[in-house]
């Protein structure tokens, strides 16, 4: 899962795992390791929702909590904040889900 979430092969740790931003390389170019039947379909958006709801939920509460600002202070400082963790943390959390599964399926 540590070399998937660098988006390396999960195998060699060498090759690139993607040959996009999301799409998966379907042979390592390193080891020849296939990565076409390994389909991480809904669970990476589900854990980078995850991941980022529990990062801002806990800060918009505490500046709600201690401040009150107005809903428009709220919109300007939370949702590009959701944005820039969600593309960030979408591609590495893929990796390591990769990774996970591979592991699981065994070395190919």
């Known amino acids: 899962m540590r070399r998937g979430a660098i988006c390396k092969c999960p195998a060699c740790g060498e090759g690139s795992a993607f040959a996009g931003y999301l799409r998966v390389t379907p042979i390592c170019a390193a080891c020849g390791t296939k990565f076409d039947d390994l389909h991480a379909d809904d669970a990476p ?4 929702i995850f991941l980022v709801g529990h ?5 918009m509460l505490m ?4 401040y009150a600002p107005p809903i ?3 919109m300007v400082l939370w949702l590009p904040l959701i944005m820039i963790l969600t593309l960030a943390l979408l591609r590495p959390i893929k990796g ?3 990774g996970l ?7 190919r």
Do not use: K, Q, S
């Open 45 to 48: 958006p589900y854990f980078t």
């Open 55 to 59: 990062i801002v939920v806990p800060l």
């Open 63 to 66: 500046l709600e909590r201690g």
């Open 72 to 74: 428009w202070v709220h």
């Open 96 to 98: 390591a889900t990769l």
């Open 101 to 107: 599964l591979w592991a699981h399926n065994g070395p």
